[in-house]
């Protein structure tokens, strides 16, 4: 028996072992990658965390209090994510409090605004709720309950230099009666989601609670409920009119939100004008404080989400590295998560967000210190794909996987239709790898045969639709890149050897297709279309744009690979252009706060700005795209977070 089973685990084999028997009872899945703790390697629990404390322990922390405010007691406390045994009673730092929302009643876009410090001493402080019911501070007319913001600046002692352990964010719920006193609170949203043409006559309102509540949403009048208490609400809203816009607010035992706005999206056919927006790579920047909070850049992302809403935008498509990931903990990963949602919050309170998956939304297996990194398995509950899922409510109109032992498509892959609008969503991050060929896998940018038929499909479903005037395709890892990722992204510098790898009868097997020739495919597929106006990515935190047809040099497998090396143009092979049906735009926009990057030669964008330099132009500002479609148009302004326009395009159709 102990042979049978050193066999099957062997042969790459996940095996859950029930209890012993007179036979013993195996229930195996096959894992589609090799698991490098069978060929010995050691697994590393505390990766890449970014965040010493979760979500959950921040909200354990604050408890009910006295005449003067909360309480905030870190005792609790043994362990940091990373594994770090801590004593609390080493903890210090800062507590600032404000209102969150702040003068509610006279701000259409909700923030919080901090008023009172003080200080946090070994792991205990005061959260001083009674400074801000004092006359000159009660700006919120507040007498027995109110909702703030809590940011806690967090340190240890330690013998010889002592260490940050971050800044935290954390919106609660108060009530005075005498005592401060902690009640049930959102925590994130109420955020609202699904609004497509698809349902125009409905929408669903998200948030979570720091405590299990049945909650409800009021609209025009009328109750939707929650079946039963949770932490996590999605609540559907139906019967409404398409194209009209409602107010709403939600409701539990002895609380209602402020009123918010929302608006349903109009009928297939309807040529009311449309706006949306799009930006990605929101990962922390470089200089501490608001511009790496638990892993976010929200100091750019939270003016560029307010400037889509000043521009109007009907939804905000985002294009992935939410936040910094890389991590191994489930809980850091649900804390960076936590933190990128608040920075979209004002805008996601009464418009539409659609997020994509990033290289750095990696929830990893890692191995030998970082040598070795897969995605996170149980797929079905530990993968990034899951948390994704989970964290988001995204159309699950996404394909099936040609193998169940892979991650879900599902929230991650989907497509939508707004007004005259059509949007693709797809993941060129799917079941992340960064060892694929020793262990297997999917390298970034790849795209495996099942969602590239799954992409095709979308595209000529939305062709035969004569509702459908625009297809606006979106995804993490740019297909045309110009700068800081040429040396992976969907180009890897000509080197088509890269693919996709899964563990098949005991061994790694390789996809048939490189990523050159994977590359190409999307390339003829969008471009095959008269409807698509262009494919959009993030990754490289700039701006560009390139405007790809039949001249422009890109590299085929086929006739630029004279030495047989499986990399297309190099120095000394010609680098050919691809037969293109229609000229297409491929425009990158990760500019919401992380690190910038400068332009790095291409063969295309050589070519183009020697010979059609309006079709190409590059920035390393940090920028949001604001898209109108108006009639048989589909004009494009981009901006930067304070509101200069750098660049605009009257109509991505007009070459088409």
């Not at 600032?96 to 919080?112: I, M, N, W």
């Not at 896998?441 to 038929?453: H, N, R, T, V, W």
């Not at 625009?470 to 740019?478: D, R, S």
């Not at 990057?597 to 700005?609: F, I, Q, S």
């Given at each position: ?5 050193g066999?099957w ?41 970014r965040?010493?404390i ?14 003067e ?13 990373d ?35 003080t ?28 909702e ?19 800044m ?30 698809d ?21 025009d ?13 999605a609540?559907?809203?139906s ?9 709403y ?52 992302f ?11 935008a ?22 960076q ?31 030998n210190g970082g ?28 394909p ?96 088509n ?62 006739k ?52 059609r ?32 326009r ?6 991505l159709?007009?070459?088409?």
């Amino acid at each position: 028996m102990a042979n049978r089973i050193g066999a099957w685990l062997q042969a790459g084999f996940l095996c859950l072992l029930g209890a012993f028997g007179p036979i013993l009872p195996i229930h195996c899945q096959e894992l589609p990658v090799l698991d490098p703790s069978l060929a010995g390697h050691k697994e590393d629990q505390a990766y890449g965390v970014r965040n010493s404390i979760g979500i959950e322990q921040l909200y354990r922390a604050i408890q009910d209090g006295d005449e003067e405010g909360l309480g905030f007691d870190l005792s609790g406390i043994k362990t940091l994510l990373d594994g770090s045994i801590v004593d609390a009673s080493n903890i210090y730092g800062t507590l600032a409090v404000g209102p969150e929302p702040f003068e509610a009643l006279e701000t259409d876009y909700a923030y919080g605004r901090l008023r009172r410090k003080t200080p946090l001493e070994q792991g205990q402080g005061l959260i001083d709720l009674a400074y801000l019911l004092e006359p000159s501070h009660n700006a919120e007319g507040w007498e027995k309950e109110g909702e703030a913001l809590l940011r806690a600046e967090l340190f240890m002692k330690m013998p010889d230099k002592d260490r940050p352990l971050g800044m935290y964010d954390v919106p609660f719920r108060f009530g005075f009666q005498g005592a401060f006193r902690k009640l049930p609170g959102i925590s994130t949203g109420p955020f609202v989601s699904l609004v497509s043409s698809d349902r125009p006559g409905s929408v669903t309102v998200c948030f979570e609670t720091a405590e299990p509540v049945q909650a409800s949403v009021i609209v025009d009048g009328r109750r939707f409920e929650d079946k039963e208490p949770t932490k996590d609400h999605a609540i559907n809203i139906s019967g409404l009119r398409p194209g009209t816009a409602y107010s709403y607010r939600v409701a539990f035992k002895g609380y209602a939100s402020r009123h918010y706005a929302l608006k349903t999206a109009p009928l297939p056919a309807d040529n009311t004008p449309v706006a949306f927006a799009y930006t990605g790579d929101s990962r922390e920047g470089v200089g501490g404080g608001q511009e790496a909070l638990m892993g976010v850049n929200h100091l750019t992302f939270e003016r560029l989400a307010n400037l889509a809403y000043r521009k109007e935008a009907d939804f905000l498509l985002f294009g992935g590295d939410l936040f910094n990931g890389y991590t191994s903990s489930v809980e850091d990963f649900e804390t960076q998560l936590f933190s990128w949602k608040r920075a979209v919050s004002g805008f996601w309170h009464e418009r539409a967000v659609y997020p994509v998956m990033g290289n750095h939304e990696s929830l990893l297996r890692v191995f030998n210190g970082g040598d070795i990194r897969l995605d996170r398995w149980p797929y079905a509950t530990d993968s990034a794909e899951a948390l994704f899922a989970r964290a988001f409510s995204n159309p699950n109109n996404g394909p099936e996987t040609s193998d169940s032992r892979r991650p879900s498509y599902k929230e991650n892959v989907y497509s939508f239709q707004y007004g005259p609008v059509y949007v693709v969503a797809f993941n060129n991050n799917y079941w992340a790898s960064f060892n694929e060929k020793e262990f297997g896998g999917s390298p970034e940018g790849y795209i495996l045969e099942d969602q590239m038929a799954w992409i095709e499909s979308e595209v000529k479903r939305a062709e035969n639709d004569p509702s459908v005037r625009f297809i606006v395709l979106f995804a993490q890892e740019p297909v045309i890149p110009n700068g800081g990722h040429t040396d992976d992204a969907m180009w890897y510098l000509g080197n088509n050897n890269v693919r996709a790898y899964t563990m098949r009868s005991g061994s790694l097997t390789p996809e048939s297709k490189g990523i050159v020739e994977v590359r190409n495919e999307l390339i003829r597929l969008v471009a095959a279309s008269p409807k698509v106006a262009c494919v959009l990515g993030s990754d490289e935190h700039a701006y560009h744009r390139t405007l790809i047809s039949k001249d422009v040099p890109l590299g085929d497998p086929k006739k630029d690979d004279a030495n047989k090396n499986g990399v297309v143009c190099e120095q000394g092979e010609s680098c050919s252009a691809l037969d293109v049906g229609h000229p297409t735009w491929f425009i990158t926009s990760g500019g919401a706060g992380a690190p910038y990057y400068a332009e790095e030669p291409t063969p295309w964008n050589a070519y183009l700005k020697a010979h059609r330099p309006g079709d190409y132009f590059y920035s390393s500002q940090a920028n949001i795209l604001i898209f109108q479609a108006d009639g048989g148009s589909l004009g494009l302004e981009v901006y930067n977070p304070y509101g200069q326009r750098i660049d605009t395009i009257e109509d991505l159709m007009a070459h088409r």
